[in-house]
């Protein structure tokens, strides 16, 4: 029941971004191809995105060579179909994407009537392999189950190797050490927009203290950051 209430109120998405980074996006990305049974690639096809938990849903349509692009998505578990006349439906569901994250899915539709539908269930991979970029994510299910000191969000870090949480010992917010680096490098984000405290520094923290029920994902980054 935690897990789903946690859906149910989620808010924000946390990034905290060690080292020199400088601005990441706080929303997920999901692009692949569609194809028919040959491999021939399928123009014009409605590919729709919804999100699970929200019931939002997005809608693109698959250009001259089958690929189709969705950016901005609210992090979550999502469902994927796409139709064409003269070709069975396809419906993928139950796969996640993190904040911050790009996930590949290509698409292979076969020739028979559009009512028919082949549904498909599965997670996203383990590994991003759209990017170089070094960090990790904690999920929901982790800020929920395990404890934390605080019960502050950003405790979590310490769970990322190379990461150490830093407890604020004044008024500022929590911060951390990326790779034995100075807290002065450090960038804070909320929802993809600068959460930095423009009075202390980063060194101090952010400045909006995120409650831990809010945060869907919180990801840090901390080296080889995509343009």
Do not use: Y
């Not at 569901?93 to 292979?108: K, P, R, S, Y």
């Not at 929590?174 to 450090?186: V, W, Y």
């Amino acid at each position: 029941m935690a897990r789903r209430l946690l859906c149910l109120w989620t808010v924000a998405a946390l990034i905290a971004m060690g080292t020199t980074a400088l601005g990441q996006q706080g929303r997920s990305e999901l692009r692949g191809r569609v194809t028919d049974d040959t491999g021939g690639a399928l123009p014009g096809v409605s590919v729709v995105i919804t999100n699970q938990d929200t019931g939002t849903f997005r809608e693109v349509i698959t250009s001259g060579d089958g690929t189709f692009f969705a950016a901005q998505l609210i992090p979550g578990v999502f469902t994927i179909s796409a139709e064409l006349a003269g070709f069975r439906g396809f419906q993928r569901t139950d796969f996640a994407i993190g904040v911050g994250n790009t996930l590949d899915i290509d698409i292979v539709l076969e020739i028979g009537a559009l009512e028919e539908t082949i549904t498909v269930s599965g997670q996203a991979p383990l590994v991003d392999l759209t990017s170089a970029e070094v960090g990790g994510t904690v999920s929901s299910q982790e800020l929920v189950e395990l404890p934390t000191l605080n019960r502050s969000a950003f405790a979590a870090v310490a769970l990322l190797p190379g990461i150490q949480f830093q407890p604020s010992s004044s008024l500022g917010n929590d911060t951390m050490i990326a790779n034995g680096q100075t807290p002065n490098g450090n960038s804070m984000g909320v929802d993809g927009a600068t959460n930095n405290d423009d009075i202390s520094g980063s060194g101090a923290g952010g400045q909006v203290r995120v409650p831990l029920e809010s945060v869907h994902d919180f990801k840090v980054l901390s080296n080889q950051f995509d343009a």
